[in-house]
């Protein structure tokens, strides 16, 4: 069983800076690509970013590239996404993704399991 718990969500003005937190286990870490995917009201969960399995190499979506930095500390088993330069169309469930493959690079790359989503709101 995949855990992933997500932390750091919350209300923030536009411009302003969040950091979202994934804490997963060793065996997942080691196994599986990471990710971040968002859902504003709506049907779709759309990719904000991803890395290999490695950690090596990241992926953005271009609204986010420039903005958002997804990284990992293999100490502490935690997948980050680092969110500056906030606008009011970033907000959305924000979801931590893991991925049974060598990378989360897409809309493509189906992740196999998600956690429970985090919140963030950016207001104008």
């Known amino acids: 069983q995949v855990q992933l718990v997500e932390s750091g969500g919350g209300l923030v003005q536009a411009g302003g800076s969040l950091r979202l937190s994934c804490a997963t286990s060793?065996?997942?870490?080691?196994?599986?690509?990471m990710g971040w995917f968002r859902q504003a009201p709506g049907p779709e969960r759309e990719f904000v970013a991803g890395?290999?399995?490695?950690?090596?190499?990241?992926y953005y979506a271009d609204s986010v590239k420039g903005r958002f930095t997804i990284s990992r500390d293999s100490a502490k088993i935690t997948v980050y996404l680092q969110m500056n330069s906030l606008k009011p169309e970033d907000t959305a469930v924000y979801y931590c993704?893991?991925?049974?493959?060598?990378?989360?690079?897409?809309?493509?790359?189906?992740?196999?399991?998600w956690g429970q989503g985090t919140q963030v709101t950016v207001s104008s």
């Open positions: 060793g065996r997942t870490f080691s196994r599986y690509a």
């Open positions: 890395m290999t399995r490695s950690g090596g190499i990241t």
């Open positions: 993704a893991a991925r049974d493959g060598l990378a989360i690079s897409s809309e493509s790359m189906k992740p196999d399991y």
